[in-house]
């Protein structure tokens, strides 16, 4: 994927994020994640049914990065089962850090293949799947 491409898909992420705005439904899942060193806050609230991803929502402060890394993992894991999400997970935090890993099962998540280059911006990146991995962790799975 292309420069060009990779900032229209995080500027429009960042712009228009999905699913942004929490509601009052007790059977979602909810967690709280801040990133001490700068202002990102945010607060993901996840449903699960049958093992399925059926809706993610958000809100919170946060920057250009970590909104429009919320809106994509969104994007990316609804629909998706607690095994495929784990899946693409560990394979989103590889790719993060620079390890080897499976480009073809993160989808528009790939953006973010060039984050390394810029370190302080990592964490930006990864804080909305450490929430994910938080509520899937409290799931038992």
Do not use: H
Request: with cysteine.
């Amino acid at each position: 994927m292309n420069q060009d491409l990779k900032r229209t898909i995080i500027l429009e992420n960042y712009q228009n994020p999905t699913n942004r705005g929490l509601i009052d439904d007790d059977s979602y899942i909810k967690v709280n994640m801040n990133n001490e060193s700068c202002i990102d806050e945010i607060n993901l609230m996840v449903k699960v049914e049958n093992d399925v991803i059926k809706d993610i929502r958000f809100d919170g402060e946060a920057c250009a990065i970590c909104t429009s890394a919320t809106s994509i993992l969104i994007n990316t894991l609804i629909g998706k089962t607690i095994e495929e999400a784990i899946e693409i997970y560990n394979n989103y935090e590889k790719m993060i850090n620079e390890e080897e890993y499976d480009a073809e099962i993160l989808e528009d998540a790939i953006v973010y293949s060039d984050i390394a280059k810029q370190p302080n911006r990592k964490k930006c990146a990864l804080l909305p799947w450490w929430g994910i991995k938080k509520i899937i962790d409290e799931l038992g799975k």
